[in-house]
Antibody
C-alpha cells in the first residue's frame, strides 16, 4: 500500500521560500508510470494543483504559479520536494502531495498546513 | 484552460435519500479525464470515480458517475451518514489538473 507523508516548516515568513518534502513508502518513485504532484487547499476553499514531477525529473507546473515553483525528486531517498518562493499570506494553505496513475490522484498524503506570517 | 463548475454549492439531504451532483466543463472534455473525490473535514480527498464512471478500489456501489462532453454527474444512492462531505470533480488536460469548487452534501 503506497503511503505519502508531507514534512516541512508549518510557518514561513513573507517573501521567504516555502519548502516541503514528500516521503513515499510502499512503492518506488523510480518504478515509473506515475506522476508525483503537489496540490494545495486554501483554508475553507477548493483544491489547486501546483505541479508534478516524473521520476526522470521532468516537471510541469500550474501556469499561475510557474514563476515561483520548483519541484525536484530524490529517488535515492524516495522523496520529492516543493519549493515556492516569494510567499505571501495568499500562500497560506494545506499542502498535499499525491500520486496520479493515469489522470486522477489515487494516493494522497494527509496534508500539512503552512502559514505565511511574520 | 478548462473551468469546472459544480452545482449546487450545497445539497441538504437526509440519510437514505439520493444525491445528484453536477459538474459542468467550460468546453467538451474526454470522459477519460474526469474524476470525482470525496473530502471530509481534516482529511485528504479520496478518489471515488475515475474515467467519469469507473469506481476506484473499495468504493461502495452506491456511488456512480456518468456523463460526457461538458456535463457530468455523481450520484450517491441511499445516503449513509458517512457520505456527508464535500465532493470535487477534477479534469486532466494538457499536462495540468483542475478541480471544481466543490459541492457540500450536508445533513438536512
Amino acid at each position: 500500500q503506497v503511503q505519502l507523508q508531507e514534512s516541512g516548516p508549518g510557518l514561513v515568513k513573507p517573501s521567504q521560500t516555502l519548502s516541503l518534502t514528500c516521503t513515499v513508502s510502499g512503492g518506488s518513485i523510480n518504478s515509473g508510470g506515475y506522476y508525483w504532484s503537489w496540490i494545495r487547499q486554501h483554508p475553507g476553499k477548493g483544491l489547486e494543483w501546483i505541479g508534478y514531477i516524473y521520476y526522470s525529473g521532468s516537471t510541469y507546473y500550474n501556469p499561475s504559479l510557474k514563476s515561483r515553483v520548483t519541484i525536484s525528486v530524490d529517488t535515492s531517498k524516495n522523496q520529492f520536494s516543493l519549493k515556492l518562493n516569494s510567499v505571501t499570506a495568499a500562500d497560506t494553505a494545506v499542502y498535499y502531495c499525491a500520486r496520479s496513475g493515469g489522470y486522477s490522484f489515487g494516493y494522497w498524503g494527509q496534508g500539512t498546513l503552512v502559514t505565511v506570517s511574520s | 484552460e478548462i473551468v469546472l463548475t459544480q452545482s449546487p454549492s450545497t445539497l441538504s439531504l437526509s440519510p437514505g435519500e439520493r444525491a445528484t451532483l453536477s459538474c459542468r466543463a467550460s468546453q467538451s472534455v474526454s470522459s477519460s479525464y474526469l474524476a470525482w473525490y470525496q473530502q471530509k473535514p481534516g482529511q485528504a480527498p479520496r478518489l471515488l470515480i475515475y474515467g467519469a464512471s469507473s469506481r476506484a478500489t473499495g468504493i461502495p456501489d452506491r456511488f456512480s458517475g456518468s456523463g460526457s462532453g461538458t456535463d457530468f454527474t455523481l450520484t450517491i444512492n441511499r445516503l449513509e451518514p458517512e457520505d456527508f462531505a464535500v465532493y470535487y470533480c477534477q479534469h486532466y488536460g494538457s499536462s495540468t489538473w483542475t478541480f471544481g469548487q466543490g459541492t457540500k452534501v450536508e445533513i438536512k
